[in-house]
């Protein structure tokens, strides 16, 4: 056959219109970080309801001489957890997807790490849901005559750096342990906090110097202790939508509009952490190949249940995620 030569418009046969990748694209995913802060129960082997009792302190009272003494019994308490999520993630893939798919082995060696992932960050999500869930709409949470509740300060009520010196007085006084203070806080507060005319102001604030250079995080974590804690941020705190919650100097703030988001402060020291949990199934995956559906299934269930066990540990600042 005779021809010009094989240029692009008469060698069609030989170009493919349309070429696929052998790489598929992944969904890019934050770090899981609130499991680390939850004080896990081994102590729970069976049934769904997991008892604490607590035992109240001592009180006293004025006494006159020679008179008889008054004696008080020590109150007590009945904290109770419930085993209360029970989660699957669930995938199939057909014989003839096998067959005919290029990217079979890649997509069925995805379910399992997939299933997973999924599990964990509904955890995650349960976890920190619980703080902010333990109380009513507009709710102060107070402890020791000081709200452990409030929006944040700042500017169009996002957080203010005081914010972080008010949490840290508030778990003073609560009586929680100064040490391994942690913070967990949405994007938006990082954003604030590069953001404030106080911390670009180097000659006035020298222990901040470098952060207008490089910003306050890096990945997940603040590279800076604020204000006494470590404070990393996350994309799985929960919403809220209080219509007047009070901030630290009193004033209400309206999130039924424009949802706020909870930020937690807490004292992450082993004997006090302020979320209880158990795992009664960690996730266990179970696979079959289905002859009616001609399929190979796979699933990936796990059961837990979490609660707010130290309310004295813990203050949420609420604050507007708007940018």
Do not use: C
Request: net charge negative; no cysteine.
């Amino acid at each position: 056959m005779a021809g010009t030569g094989n240029l692009s418009t008469n060698t069609t046969d030989l170009i493919r219109d349309d070429i696929w990748s052998a790489q598929l694209k992944e969904i890019l995913r934050e770090e899981l970080q609130a499991m680390r802060y939850v004080d896990w129960r081994s102590d729970f082997p069976d049934g769904d309801t997991f008892h604490i009792p607590q035992i109240a302190d001592a009180v006293t009272a004025d006494y006159t001489e020679d008179t008889e003494i008054t004696y008080a019994p020590l109150g007590t308490t009945d904290f109770t957890m419930a085993i209360d999520k029970y989660k699957s993630s669930a995938h199939y893939i057909t014989r003839k997807m096998m067959q005919d798919s290029y990217y079979m082995s890649q997509l069925a060696g995805s379910f399992v790490p997939k299933q997973a992932r999924a599990i964990l960050e509904s955890l995650e999500t349960d976890i920190l849901s619980k703080p902010n869930a333990a109380y009513s709409a507009n709710d102060a949470a107070a402890d020791n005559g000081v709200s452990h509740r409030v929006a944040g300060g700042g500017t169009g009520d996002t957080m203010a750096l005081e914010d972080f010196a008010y949490a840290m007085y508030a778990l003073k006084k609560a009586h929680v342990p100064q040490t391994n203070m942690v913070a967990i806080v949405d994007p938006s507060v990082e954003y604030h906090l590069n953001t404030l005319s106080g911390l670009t102001a180097v000659s006035n604030n020298p222990r901040w110097e470098g952060i207008v250079r490089d910003g306050i995080a890096s990945g997940m974590r603040f590279v800076a202790n604020v204000y006494g804690f470590d404070v990393y941020t996350s994309n799985f705190l929960p919403s809220v939508t209080d219509n007047a919650l009070l901030d630290k100097d009193g004033a209400g703030v309206d999130f039924s509009t424009v949802n706020g988001k909870a930020n937690y402060f807490f004292s992450a020291t082993s004997d006090v952490m302020p979320i209880i949990g158990a795992m009664r199934q960690d996730p266990i995956v179970d696979r079959e190949f289905n002859k009616d559906f001609q399929r190979e299934e796979l699933v990936t269930t796990a059961r837990w249940g979490t609660k707010l066990f130290r309310p004295e540990n813990m203050v949420n600042i609420v604050t507007k995620p708007t940018v």
